[in-house]
T-cell receptor
């Protein structure tokens, strides 16, 4: 069936470097994408979202890129900090449907 | 302001027992969601409420699982005759509703362990 998945299960990054977390999706009807951060023992926390009519959106130290041609989504974190260590999930849904489909997650480890 | 709260935070039960998990959404949020997260896995959608109605129950794994929401606020997820494979973290989220673009706010989850 349709799914959202991630290329890398674990990513280790030196503090201060930039991080890139990738996500592939297969549902061509998806038109809204969200990145969540989940710290140990906590629920997921919204980071940034993007609609399908955009290919880039920037927040504070984070940028999401969307390539609809190859159904690929990425999250870029600038100047990665120890507090960024967490599991990151991409998620998608389709306009008019409240169900959000989550990927399996990528664990980001920041090396001090 | 207060976020989404869930209780209990941890629940250990014996196989075959029934359990009830509670979710208190953010005040004024009309949409409420239940997810299940197994160890090291992503989130599995279970059910969605808009007000007290559940237009999408497609994620409930079996008829042992049920959920209700009263007064457009508190929701309870009930698992009957629990099995070991039900062990997971059960997460609740709420949103303003009315649009599929509304940000979902998650609670801390209930960790269920079935012995």
């Amino acid at each position: 069936g349709e799914s959202v998945g991630l290329h890398l299960p674990t990513l280790s990054v030196q503090e201060g470097d930039n991080s890139i977390i990738n996500c592939a999706y297969s549902n061509s009807a998806s038109d809204y994408f969200i990145w969540y951060k989940q710290e140990s023992g906590k629920g997921p926390q919204f980071i940034i979202d993007i609609r399908s009519n955009m290919d880039k959106r920037q927040g504070q130290r984070v940028t999401v890129l969307l390539n609809k041609t190859v159904k690929h989504l990425s999250l870029q974190i600038a100047a990665t900090q120890p507090g960024d260590s967490a599991v990151y999930f991409c998620a998608e849904n389709t306009r008019g449907y409240q169900k959000v489909t989550f990927g399996t997650g990528t664990k980001l480890q920041v090396i001090p | 302001g207060a976020g989404v709260s869930q209780s209990p935070s941890n629940k250990v039960t014996e196989k075959g027992k029934d359990v009830e998990l509670r979710c208190d959404p953010i005040s004024g949020h009309t949409a409420l969601y239940w997810y299940r997260q197994s160890l090291g896995q992503g989130l599995e959608f279970l059910i969605y409420f808009q007000g007290n109605s559940a237009p999408d129950k497609s994620g409930l794994p079996s008829d042992r699982f049920s959920a209700e929401r009263t007064g457009g606020s508190v929701s309870t997820l009930t698992i009957q005759r629990t099995q070991q494979e039900d062990s997971a973290v059960y997460l609740c989220a709420s949103s303003k509703g009315g649009s599929s673009y509304n940000e979902q706010f998650f609670g801390p989850g209930t960790r269920l362990t079935v012995l």
